[in-house]
């Protein structure tokens, strides 16, 4: 078995492409080798800043040879079947072989040299393979990351036959890049010359002597044991940061960390500040004081090489650079004090949230009622969890947050502490945007959780309010993160609310907003009828539709001040069926089943805390023999009934225990719904789902004797409709648990 050896050597490649680009390279390679019918030991690719590198262990020489019988059509088929077949063959009709009325073709192949599938594959790679940018260089038509300057394709030590074609001529003939066995070290340390490979363990030999780590894992342990190390040489402790370690390890080919200083008086702005300002602009690293709080007066900045006097002169520069950095956040730290909550908020009265949902603004106004509505059923005050909604996105209109987006509601949270509010406004300011992410943590402070929600929901609302739903792997506006962020907001909490109510609020909301924006659009005075559609009941809630205001704001909180979770509308489905199939992703990640929380959803509960209750028990239940069981016996009970509604309405009132010659199974199958009923019922009512699960465990056995002994579809009509009753009071006792008919199984 033989090696293959592939480098693609090319100018600087963007850090966040080059393990893309290595994914890339590994699948459009496998699939071309599958599809050509090779097979090897081991596939790997590596991706660095000038090179993405392929090597394969353990292919064969050539593909092997195709023998195969391909049935083709009968030998009654039309002429057009037979010449489409012989095409796709290549043989004519006398070659092939009749057998039971059918043609057959043997078709035989010889294997073909591995080396020609490669240069097919590396014509496959370059002119295939997407990068989010790209780019033609010089007079090339051929587009590519960055401009490619070597090939190596070796098999075995061999020169593979290859030429990129860059699309353009110098001299009558094409420009192309010829495959060969050199490539280039470190750009300004090592030899300084390309050089000769023959396999790749010699390629990453004389790769790592003239200074190029080729692994991406490999370059990452460099920066993170020097950066540690020189942090620890100064009694000082490296800022994790995951993310700008893995973009740091694409920005240097021998990455060299550098401990550098920076001036005190900028450790007097919020950490925050300093350390966005450090990654964003300069990719450095922030560094701390052991056991201590806040930052060091340091960083690590990562050189691509290594300085004679050590990395002093670049450390200089680079403090040179981060100080004015850090002069930019400290202009944006001083002036946003002096503008304050008033005068920002009044700025979001123009900026757009979305063309069709309106201001940041009117989403303020929606959260801030959201926000009340909720705090009472979280353990907050009303007043105060609207008063920090209206405080909460402020802080998107102030210099900081211009400058650095990341740091909403961080930066609300620093000033409103500065401007005198409470510490827990202040914490669900900075807070309210969590969780962000499936790692991200759940706020439990109530205040923050009111607000959270409050604005969750309210996004979730008003983009499905619009029809801007997720569709696919598409989700630009996030909102599976905003379904998943409510979701934990409540499990964690254990917080009880009813999620569809607070919907259907959001959704007047959007809604009043909406209409207040087309009416005033139009120059039409505004009414309230002119805001909502709600049936007849609701409507009389609500100011007679003749009443005029010539205030629109005013008119907005009429509207507004009369809206109660009570209110229902007749044209919003509701999200609850989205929270359903993001809760089943969650659960389905802990190991529950997806169908068991879509019978939990059918039963119409919005509060998720009871919701997943049930179906752990319901789980933990269908797990026994007694569930498995009486679940088969659920299905067979319901086909029946199925069966029946078809032909007609199925009998209804009380199921008789006292009719002549009446089977004992029959009998003893209604006394124990009977007793199951009861005892579901009161479970239910205490939230006992385990009890409920027992009490149903309990039909198990007098299920499978009635399904025994008993025929359902009697000849004598009284008998089969006392049996039908039966089934169907059995239907609706377990029906009050969850939809069995739901569950696979």
């Known amino acids: 078995m033989s090696q293959l050896l592939i480098e693609i050597f090319s100018e600087e ?198 200074f190029v780590v080729l692994s991406f894992d490999d370059r990452k342990a460099k920066v993170l044991e020097g950066a540690k190390a020189v942090c620890a040489a100064k009694g000082l402790e490296l800022v994790d940061d995951i993310g700008l370690l893995d973009e740091v390890a694409g920005l240097a080919e021998w990455p060299t960390p550098i401990l550098g200083d920076m001036a005190p008086e900028f450790l007097a702005l919020p950490p925050e500040v300093v350390r966005l300002s450090m990654k964003v602009h300069q990719k450095y690293f922030a560094v701390r004081v052991p056991n201590a709080e806040g930052l060091a007066p340091h960083y690590v900045v990562v050189a691509n090489i290594e300085a004679a006097d050590g990395g002093k002169a670049l450390a200089a520069g680079n403090s040179k650079v981060l100080s004015a950095r850090l002069n930019d956040g400290r202009f944006f730290w001083e002036e946003d004090q002096k503008v304050g909550f008033d005068k920002w908020n009044e700025k979001l009265s123009g900026v757009t949230f979305h063309a069709k949902l309106g201001t940041m603004a009117e989403r303020v106004e929606r959260i801030a009622k959201l926000a009340a509505e909720i705090a009472p059923l979280v353990g907050a005050d009303a007043a105060e969890a609207e008063k920090a909604a209206r405080l909460a996105k402020a802080d998107l209109a102030s210099g900081m947050v211009s400058e650095f987006p990341e740091l909403q509601g961080i930066m609300g949270g620093y000033y409103a502490r500065l401007a005198g509010q409470p510490d827990a406004v202040a914490d669900a300011i900075r807070d309210h945007y969590k969780p962000q992410g499936p790692a991200d943590s759940v706020p439990s ?85 002119a805001f909502l559609v709600l049936s007849e009941e609701d409507r009389s809630k609500f100011v007679a539709a003749s009443e005029f205001m010539s205030n629109a704001v005013a008119q907005m909180d009429l509207i507004v001040s009369q809206i109660s979770l009570d209110t229902k509308f007749e044209d919003f489905a509701g999200i609850l069926p989205f929270f359903a199939d993001r809760l089943s992703v969650l659960l389905r990640d802990q190991g529950q089943r997806h169908d068991l929380v879509a019978a939990v959803f059918a039963l119409g509960d919005d509060d998720l805390v009871r919701i997943v209750r049930r179906v752990e028990a319901l789980s933990g239940f269908l797990a026994t023999d007694d569930g498995a069981n009486l679940l088969a016996g659920y299905k067979r009970a319901s086909n029946i009934l199925k069966a029946e509604e078809k032909k007609g309405a199925l009998p209804s009132g009380i199921v008789s225990v006292s009719m002549a010659s009446q089977p004992a199974e029959e009998v003893a199958l209604a006394n124990a719904t009977a007793t199951a009923d009861a005892a579901v019922n009161k479970a239910l009512e205490t939230e006992d789902f385990a009890a409920a699960m027992t009490a149903l465990a309990a039909l198990r056995a007098p299920v499978d004797a009635f399904f025994t002994g008993v025929m359902v579809n009697s000849d004598v009509a009284e008998e089969r409709d006392n049996r039908l009753k039966l089934l169907v009071h059995v239907r609706e006792v377990m029906g009050r648990v969850a939809d069995f008919g739901q569950i696979a199984g």
Request: glycine share 10%; hydrophobic share 40%.
């Open 13 to 210: 490649i963007p850090a966040r492409m080059q393990q893309g680009g290595a994914r890339d390279l590994e699948r459009i390679t496998s699939d071309a080798f599958k599809k050509a019918g090779l097979t090897w030991d081991s596939l790997t690719t590596y991706g660095g800043p000038r090179r993405l590198t392929l090597v394969v262990e353990g292919l064969p020489v050539a593909t092997p040879d195709l023998n195969e019988e391909l049935k083709g059509p009968k030998t009654s088929a039309p002429a057009q079947a037979m010449e489409g077949f012989l095409r796709k063959t290549g043989l004519t009709q006398d070659q092939l072989v009749e057998r039971d009325g059918i043609y057959y073709a043997q078709v035989s192949q010889k294997g073909r040299a591995t080396t020609e599938v490669v240069a097919e594959t590396l014509e496959t790679v370059f002119h295939t393979m997407s990068w989010p940018k790209s780019q033609r260089w010089g007079s090339n038509s051929f587009r590519w990351v960055r401009p490619i300057h070597r090939i190596i394709a070796l098999f075995d030590g061999a020169v593979i036959p290859y030429a990129l074609d860059l699309g353009s001529t110098v001299g009558g003939e094409s420009k192309k890049v010829v495959a060969s066995n050199v490539t280039e070290g470190h750009r300004f340390m090592g030899s300084g010359q390309p050089f000769e490979v023959t396999d790749f363990a010699d390629y990453r030999t004389k790769l790592e002597r003239n």
């Open 445 to 529: 402070a109530p205040l923050t959780v009111a607000i959270a929600l409050a604005d969750k929901i309210d996004t979730l609302v008003g983009f499905f309010a619009i029809d801007e739903k997720p569709t696919g792997s598409k989700d630009p506006y996030a909102l599976r993160r905003a379904a998943l962020g409510v979701i934990r907001l409540i499990l964690d909490n254990n917080t009880r609310l009813p999620l569809g109510g607070l919907g259907d609020l959001a959704y007047v909301l959007v809604k009043c907003h909406n209409n207040v924006r087309a009416a005033l659009a139009q120059n039409e005075e505004i009414t309230v009828g």
